[in-house]
């Protein structure tokens, strides 16, 4: 059985998270003051005891120069006597009915293993942030510039990524934690991280596309295994009705088309329908 958690088996997921992910309790401590809460994080329950969970954080994500509401994907896990059962599947694809239940057109996430890249795929996950090879500014630099003001710290830290598209923002209560974590490990070298993407609403996606590229006209049909409310034609641009034939891709290409990603290694007319970008991924409390 799938249910939310409250307070009476918030005890069971920080034992979870210890056994599967064996973080020391000062970071748990900070993660689960920051960022864990009972509303966003989904129980698979065994006979009355959590068997496997994840949660649903919530973030903004800049998407074709706006801001849209993205769930990040944290703490999935099965506790060892109850894996290879399909309970994270199962709670894979709640998630997914939440987020639209929401509105949240996209769902994002750090597969920690490489292997676990394939695994997300299954689920019509894509890799669509690459890891960095360039150190991300120095959270110790920035915040030794305003000792005793955290507020002014965020602004210029905001200031760096705000504008940037295809990138997950923080709030400032984002940037507190990942200074308190930071602080925590000594201030260790960031990198942008490896990430996928996985698209919920793929119509919504495509509007806010077409209303920022709309000399570009397509017809698209797009193919989700999963959920099929994405398997439809989709159109945009200021003369898509002339466009022929239509296009065919999964869910999962669809990702990479609309973040961007590589897509200039793609073959015509993809290449040129879907501007290549940058897709930015980085200081996740994870």
Partial sequence: MIRFADETTRPQVWEMWKTVFGDPDAYMELYFRHKYRDENTLLYMEDGKVAASLQMLPYLF?????????????????????????????????????????????????????????????????????AGTVELPSLRELTGKYPGDLHAAFREFNALFRQKDMTVQKSFNDFRAIVEEATLYDFPPAKNLTGMARVID????????????????????????????????????????????????DIRELAQLLLGYHTSEKAEPLSALFPEKEPQMHFMLE
Wanted: with cysteine; aromatic share 14%.
């Fill in 62 to 130: 800049t998407f074709c120069g706006t801001e849209i509401p993205a769930f990040y994907l944290s703490g999935v896990a099965t506790l060892p006597i109850y894996r290879k059962r399909g309970y994270v599947r199962q709670l894979l694809m709640r998630s997914f009915e939440e987020a639209a239940r929401r509105d949240v057109p996209l769902i994002l996430l750090v597969p920690q293993k490489e292997w676990l890249l394939n695994f997300y795929g299954r689920f019509g996950f894509a890799q669509a942030f690459d």
């Fill in 202 to 249: 793929a119509g919504k996606l495509l509007s806010l596309f077409t209303g920022r590229y709309n000399r570009k006209s397509f017809s698209m049909n797009v193919r989700d295994e999963l959920l099929k409310s994405n398997n439809a034609l989709f159109t945009g641009g200021q003369d898509a009705s002339a466009v022929a034939p239509a296009l065919t891709v």
